[in-house]
């Protein structure tokens, strides 16, 4: 009986130990970073931010522009849902540090012509290769480490999950005819 308590009590250390350092590591949810310096930001770190919310509120709007054009296509869905919670990291790290969110100039105004579904997820691709690009330039010249991390998850979601995702789909689509 005492073995079977201590076994259920070490899980549950572990378990808290293990959520705890994940929440560190990924900023708690709150998107802006759990070790933010209490440093003001420079001149470059407020146009980043500002940059980086203009990013992700362009790209929600261009998917949702495509999957008004031709349908709730793979992977726009799912890749409309991450950018909303990429704009509420940035948003999150705008109010830490006491900025004003700027308003999204994009949701409706996507001059694009989506065309085929093929081409929609060759023009998410190319946006997303540009998206981390912007991410690695901007990081490099960033100090505080919850805007760094912040940058990096929004770099490593583009290169690593969304772009690889419209290359398979765009892929897909052309091997349809679509």
């Known amino acids: 009986m005492k073995s079977k308590s201590l076994r259920t009590i070490l899980l549950?250390?572990?378990?808290?130990?293990?959520?705890?350092?994940?929440?560190?590591?990924?900023g708690g949810g709150?998107?802006?970073?759990?070790g933010g310096s209490t440093t003001p930001l420079s001149d470059y770190e407020k146009q980043a931010l500002n940059r980086a919310i203009d990013e992700e509120y362009?790209?929600?709007?261009?998917?949702?522009?495509?999957?008004?054009?031709?349908?709730?296509?793979?992977?726009f869905p799912w890749i409309i849902r991450d950018e909303q919670m990429h704009i509420t990291w940035v948003r999150n790290l705008l109010t830490k540090y006491g900025l004003p969110i700027p308003s999204d100039r994009w949701s409706g105004n996507i001059a694009i012509e989506f065309t085929s579904k093929q081409q929609a997820c060759e023009i998410g691709a190319q946006a997303e290769f540009n998206n981390a690009a912007v991410y690695d330039q901007m990081i490099s010249q960033v100090s505080h480490s919850d805007i760094i991390s912040v940058f990096g998850r929004l770099r490593d979601v583009s290169r690593y999950r969304h772009l690889p995702a419209f290359e398979e789909w765009a892929a897909i689509y052309a091997e349809a005819g679509e």
Do not use: Q, W
Not at 12 to 26: D, P
Not at 62 to 75: M, Q, R
């Open 12 to 26: 549950l250390i572990f378990t808290i130990s293990i959520a705890a350092v994940t929440a560190e590591a990924y």
């Open 30 to 34: 709150c998107g802006c970073g759990g």
């Open 58 to 75: 362009f790209a929600k709007a261009a998917y949702e522009k495509a999957v008004y054009t031709l349908g709730s296509i793979s992977p």
